[in-house]
């Protein structure tokens, strides 16, 4: 099939370029996404990882170039079509678990009053218990969030993501703060659920052997140009692609960048003269 009569990718962009103010943050960024990819994103801190998140929810706009779902531009807020994990979620503290899940819907169905009613409110309830039930809370319906620990707060926070069926799932260093066994347990949920669901992932970590475990495919983000007179001139890019998978190693070129836990440092400044 020719390059235009290729179907259009779920994701695509072109030339894509953010900035704040005078500070590029996000530069020549030109990639397509299938659905049902894993892609992990990894990158110093402060690169643009979370901005780059917030381009394809929609709380950020583009500066340049183009950025299309479905081969259309994609719209410039939040839609049920796209769901998110931050590391640390807020949760409502005054509800239980089911409240915070079933309000996730009703602000989502019903964003002026926050509330509804009826037929419509047992639907919201009954479809926030299937996803507590899928992500292992059905045994904590009840509680409160300060009462559930760090790796229940994360599967809250993934079942809120879930509630309106998104096809994309956006994950920003959601297992950063869980210790290691509990940190398995939810990859193996985040792996079910994809699988299940058909999800198309992209998910921010600082661990790049957690990003060869669970993704299909790695992008390193890495600030490649830099001008020591004007530290804000360039952005970062997309330096690394690579095809991942747990039977795959990462290149030696990575693994030097890794410290002794596993976490991703910059590379080496190239200077433009
Ligand atoms: N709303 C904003 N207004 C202005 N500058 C911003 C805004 N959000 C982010 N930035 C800047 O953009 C750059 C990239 O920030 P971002 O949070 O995307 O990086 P990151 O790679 O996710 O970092 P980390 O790994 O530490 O979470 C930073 O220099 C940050 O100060």
Known sequence: MSQTERQPALLEAQH?????????VLERLSFRVERGEFVTLVGASGCGKTTFLKLLLGTERISRGSLRLDGRPLPDE??????????KYSVFPHLSVLGNVTMAEELARSPLLGKLYGAARRRARDNAVARLTEVGLAG??????HELSGGMQQRLA???ALMMKPRILLLDEPFGALDPGIRQDMHGLITRLWREQQLTIFMITHDVKEAFALGTRLWVF???RHDPQAPNAYGATITYDLPVGAQQRPP???VERLDATGRFHPTSQETLT
């Open 222 to 224: 890495d600030k490649v």
């Open 140 to 145: 904590a319906l009840e509680k409160y969030p």
């Open 16 to 24: 894509l370029e953010k900035r704040y103010g005078d500070q590029l």
């Open 78 to 87: 939040p839609g049920p079509d796209r769901g998110v994990v931050f590391q």
């Open 158 to 160: 993934i079942a809120q």
């Open 252 to 254: 030696e070129a990575l």
